[in-house]
């Protein structure tokens, strides 16, 4: 579930990270501007057709981040820890740290969005009216367009499902009307897979009818709605059930450890630090403290020409970006974080000395260690 993502700038206090896959967006919808502009005006200079392309990508970049934006300033406004926004490959999403949340404020904060995408589409269209209308010309033309786009990204947004905004509406509602949050959740979360499979099959039926490639992204948008709405649905499950779980019950206790100065090549050739975990405890080479914690992934991914030269600091995930939590610390309250941050590993500490490593794999685990116990489903 934790994947890397590209820090590309910080606006208003927000990190907006890029993930992998919005290069691959950027490139369909350079090629997919160009080809609707040479399509319309025939008599377009290629190179110029491909500048409008790009000029319009960045726009359709833009207002998609204006979207995320107006999630992540209202959260903040009410209250919401916003750590971030990321833009993947079927838009943004905008993380916020959990913390006691009301059904009002969520709502608010997830209408914004689409609002947000609505008055920007709607703003496009208008000035492109205004210079004239799209008959003026290719840059009047994609103005028009990218207006539409906006309307039509505020009106998918607002359909009633998880991930989608308009499941955070859907849910935020029936927790006011039912006072349950989880219920909620549940509600929205099978919404979100119901609405995820009519994608599926409207893109199946219209690839078999008309044989148009197009369908193929209904399906696809389809197949990734119906995965993110059953692993919000599957999260808030194990949230109920860590509630009141502490640290120390997950944890793997006495991880191995490293010295930061020791280079990438030895650690990974060590074979007593990975005969258990992949996850190993840094330690400054004077004193001996506890500085940060690297996975064998993370060391691995250093290029083999650079591992003898490189130290396990320079790539380790240090304790002054994400701290150590208490041992008596409630796992369900740090759910989110096991799930989204980097390397999907919370290191554990008692009285200041590290003591364990939980990882992602861990909670699925514990849970099917209760669950075999016959604990409460
Ligand atoms: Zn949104």
Redesign the pocket.
Known sequence: MARSTWRVARLAGVDVRIDPSWILILFLIVSSFDARIVAAFPGTEPASGLLLALAGAIVFFGSVLV??L??ALVGRRRGYQVTGITLFVF????HAKVADRRPGDELLV?VV??LT?GLVGAGLLLLASWLGGPDRGAPVWLLAWLGTINLFLAAF?LLPGLP??GGRVLRSLVWARTGNPVLATRVASRAGVLLGYVLIALGLASLVTTGDLGGLWSVAIGWFLADAARREGATSRWRRRLRGVPAAALMEPDPPRVRGDVDVASAIADPSLWRRRDTAVVEEPAAGDSVGVVTLRRLTAVRPEHRSATPVADVMDPFSRHPPVDVHSDVGRMLDGLLSERDGTVTVADGGRVVGVIRQADVGRWLQRQHARGAAP
């Open positions: 979207h995320e107006a999630h838009g943004g999403a905008t997830s969005g689409p995408s947004n989608l905004d």
